[in-house]
Structures are given as structure tokens and as C-alpha cells.
């Protein structure tokens, strides 16, 4: 068991890691053939892995109801939305426009996220009340940098003196300079994470203790 | 005063939603036209860059946002389709976000309708394929092999327009209107630069700060910012969509937060306790 557990992923990681790595710097038809094969054995794995998606959440909030967990009521309500929607593949309009899936997708689920994204505004209006105080020097620069940025962003900023100057200004220098700092550290963070994942050391996706 | 200031700083902030909502509500109601919008830098670029290119040229995409992101994302993607389309160029849409499949599809169906342009011989929807990076990859080998079909099951084989598309280096122009990742700056590390096609883009606000990098470097030709830039992009289009309409609330909401910001500012120093006193 140990051997298909453990030693057969991190064999296939090995050698699959090493292939894509060395197929980046070989510029022959071959290696993009080699490329070809394997993103097609990655989207096929992508769709495997929504279905265990789907066993993974069925099973998690099946749990949560058969156990009366706290909040099982929610579990309820997703497992039944999300049978209501798997139904909706066996009407004869399926997914076509005027289905039941378009109609659930036009009317629920886009009103829904839009609804949630749009309460956001209004936290943040409320945070920024109460939170945004100028208590350190850090702080009143961030306060004096947001302040500046919102009013620069706005068509009738342009008539403060200044201000879309130096909103500009903080968005396109010290802005643009932490970000490509942050870029450039993930980037490398990701290679050493891929080179950890490839040799073996990094095990954790393997799933168990270690 | 500082009783006054006392009473502000304890206000119930269903208050305050309410005043973000009046702020929001008014321009939707009546809009104010507030003046002072103008064409920034990356979005005239863009735009530019879509005027300089020759009838038939071709032109990619993608739609990776979902509903969440629709209102501050979709009016800069219908603002590019239409513009690409009164350009008379060729266009290639797809999704990198399965939740998004059919906002896209909708957008390019009604641009694409009210420009008279016809499926398969001006534009094609490609739909969404799992995979994220694979997806933008494999397209750089071979489009036709990433989709077989397009949305509508036409093998593309069968597409007129598709017949000399073939990999992502075929196209003139590619797009990506992102919320996130995967998103613009997938396309640019895994497609455009590694195939050498000219890129443009946009995203929602947040995403803003992370994507003028790109700007800066020259690795995308021109850049939407938000509802703002697409609020500019329509102002060059000659055109007043949503995003325009949308600007005076985003405006008037602006102008409340950082008042609400100045008087709570006001409000902690003229109340706050002197060092030491409890």
C-alpha cells in the first residue's frame, strides 16, 4: 500500500515535473507535441477533479445534516439547490437559453453575486468610519493616500488642484514598484515550492500527517 | 462640539448605509452627467491600437469574470466587442471561468446582433474548456485540439472563420477581462509573451495596482481600469453605456466615503482622551 500511497505519486511527480521543465526549453515540434499530450491529460484531470468536487461537498454537508451539526440547515439548502440545478440537465431545453439552467442562471445566481458583491460597498463605507483613524504616522499616510486615490479616481477629481496628479503619481510609482516586489517574490516562492513538490520533500499533498 | 462629534463617532451605521445608498440611488434615478471624464493613457492606447489594426484582423477574447464582477467588467467587454466590430475585425470569444460561460456569450450574441456581424464568418464563441493554464497552453499548440467544438457542438473544423486560426500566435489581438485568476496575467506569463501576440486587457478595480506592472513593462498595449476606464473607453466609442451611467454613482459614493473618513478623522481628535487619563 505504501508503495501505491506514496512511492507511485511521488514517482509520477518526479518524472512529470522534470518532462514539463525541460520541455519549456526545448524549442523542437516534438517537445510541443509532448506539451499537446500532456494538457490534455491535464484538462481531463481538471474535469475528474470536478467530480470529486461534487462527491467532496455532497459527502461534507450529508455529514453535517445526518449529524444535525450547527448550521445544517445551509447544508440543506446547498445539497437542495444543487439537486434542483443537477435536474435541470435532464429537461429537454438542458442548458440552451430559456432552459431551466439559463433561467436559474440569469435570475438566481447573477442577481445573487451581484447582490453580495454590492453589499461590500456598503461595509466598506462603514469600516472606513470607523477604522481609518490617523492614530500613527503609518497610518495617516494610508489614510492621506486613500483619500487622495478615491477622489483622483472620480471624473470630477480632476477638478481638485493637484489630486489626479498625485493619485497618478502614488498608483503608478510606489503602487507599481511593491507590486512587482510581490510578483517577483511569489514567483520565486513558486519555484521553490515546485522544486520541493518535484524532489519529494514537499509531501503534504499526498494527504495523511506528514 | 465635541459632544456633536461624540454622537457622529456612535452614529449606527445603518445610517451610513443608508446614506451609501441615497449616494448610489440618485444618478441611477436621475442621471447627474457629472463632467470631468477623460480618456487616460493605457485606455486611448487600446484604443489606438484597435483603430490601427486592418479590417480582418483577428482578434481573442476572454471572458474570465463571473456575475460577481459583471456589473464593473461587462460594459468594457461589450465596449471592445463593439468597437472590434465596427472595426470589422474578427472575433474569437472564450471563457477561462466556467461561471462565466454564459455572461460572455450573451455579450458577444448582443454586440455581435446589433452590428449585423455573422456567427462563424465574424465571430465564434468557444465557450469554456476545465483547465485554466492548460487551457491557454494547449491553445498555443493547437486551438482546434483544446476545442473541438465550439458552444453551439459545430466542430471548428467546419467554421469558415476558424479554417486559418489554429494557434494562439494566428491572432493579431488578444483580450482577457479579468476578475481574477486565472485572468490577464495568466494569459500574459503562459500566452501573449510566450508567443510574442499583443495583448490588452482589463479588470475590476481591486485588481488595478496589480496590473499597471504590466502597463508599465510594455507587455500589454493598452489597459482598462474598472468601470471608470470603461466609462473612458465609451467616451471614445462616442457612446453612452453603462459604465457611464455608472460613473456618478461611483463618484458620489467616492466623495461620501472620503467625507465620512475626514469628519471620523475630525471626530478622534477633538475627542480623544489626553495621554494618561483614563
Known amino acids: ?210 | 462640539m465635541r459632544e456633536l462629534f461624540e454622537k457622529l463617532l456612535k452614529m449606527d451605521r445603518r445610517w451610513i448605509f443608508l446614506l451609501v445608498g441615497i449616494a448610489l440611488m440618485v444618478p441611477i434615478l436621475k442621471p447627474l452627467k457629472l463632467p470631468g471624464l477623460k480618456a487616460s493613457t493605457p485606455v486611448q492606447d487600446l484604443y489606438t491600437y484597435i483603430e490601427g489594426l486592418p479590417e480582418g484582423s483577428k482578434v481573442l477574447i476572454s471572458f474570465d469574470f463571473d456575475p460577481a464582477s459583471k456589473p464593473e467588467l461587462e460594459p468594457m467587454g461589450a465596449a471592445i466587442v463593439r468597437h472590434c466590430m465596427r472595426k470589422k475585425l474578427k472575433v474569437v470569444a472564450m471563457t477561462l471561468w466556467v461561471t462565466g460561460a454564459s455572461l460572455a456569450q450573451r455579450v458577444v450574441e448582443s454586440e455581435a446582433t446589433a452590428a449585423g456581424a455573422k456567427y462563424g464568418e465574424d465571430y465564434v464563441y468557444l465557450g469554456w474548456k476545465p483547465g485554466n493554464v492548460a487551457v491557454i497552453t494547449g491553445m498555443r499548440e493547437d486551438i482546434h485540439v483544446v476545442f473541438p467544438k465550439d458552444s453551439k457542438q459545430t466542430d471548428l473544423s467546419k467554421i469558415p472563420m476558424m479554417q486559418d486560426i489554429r494557434r494562439l500566435r494566428d491572432f493579431d489581438l488578444a483580450f482577457s477581462f479579468a476578475a481574477g485568476s486565472p485572468g490577464l496575467d495568466t494569459w500574459i506569463a503562459y500566452g501573449a509573451d510566450k508567443e510574442k501576440v499583443k495583448m490588452g486587457g482589463g479588470s475590476t478595480a481591486v485588481n488595478v495596482p496589480s496590473m499597471a506592472v504590466f502597463v508599465q513593462s510594455g507587455q500589454l498595449v493598452g489597459f482598462i481600469g474598472a468601470l471608470r476606464g470603461a466609462a473612458e473607453y465609451e467616451l471614445l466609442m462616442n457612446f453612452s453605456g453603462t459604465a457611464t451611467r455608472g460613473m456618478d454613482g461611483i463618484a458620489l459614493g467616492s466623495y461620501l466615503v472620503a467625507a465620512l473618513i475626514i469628519l471620523a478623522n475630525i471626530g478622534y481628535w477633538l475627542t480623544r482622551k489626553p495621554k494618561g487619563v483614563a
Open chain 1, 1 to 210: 500500500m505504501t508503495t501505491l500511497k506514496r512511492t507511485v505519486p511521488l514517482g509520477i511527480a518526479l518524472v512529470a515535473g522534470l518532462v514539463l521543465i525541460l520541455q519549456g526549453f526545448v524549442p523542437h515540434p516534438v517537445s510541443g507535441k509532448v506539451l499537446t499530450w500532456t494538457q490534455s491529460w491535464v484538462v481531463i484531470i481538471a474535469g475528474v477533479s470536478i467530480l470529486l468536487g461534487v462527491g467532496s461537498l455532497v459527502q461534507a454537508h450529508a455529514t453535517k445534516i445526518h449529524r444535525q451539526s450547527r448550521g445544517w440547515f445551509y447544508s440543506a439548502v446547498t445539497l437542495g439547490t444543487f439537486g434542483l440545478t443537477a435536474l435541470g440537465f435532464f429537461h429537454p431545453k438542458g442548458i440552451e437559453p430559456g432552459g431551466p439552467l439559463d433561467w436559474s442562471y440569469q435570475y438566481v445566481m447573477n442577481e445573487m453575486s451581484a447582490t453580495m458583491f454590492s453589499i461590500l460597498g456598503f461595509f466598506i463605507a462603514s469600516a472606513a468610519f470607523r477604522a481609518f483613524r490617523a492614530r500613527s504616522v503609518e497610518a495617516t499616510l494610508l489614510l492621506v493616500a486613500a483619500v487622495i486615490i478615491m477622489l483622483g479616481q472620480v471624473p470630477v477629481g480632476a477638478y481638485l488642484p493637484g489630486v489626479p496628479q498625485v493619485a497618478t503619481w502614488v498608483l503608478e510609482v510606489p503602487t507599481t514598484a511593491a507590486k512587482r516586489a510581490i510578483i517577483l517574490g511569489v514567483a520565486l516562492g513558486s519555484i521553490a515550492t515546485a522544486l520541493r513538490i518535484i524532489f519529494g520533500i514537499e509531501r503534504a499533498y499526498l494527504g495523511g500527517s506528514e
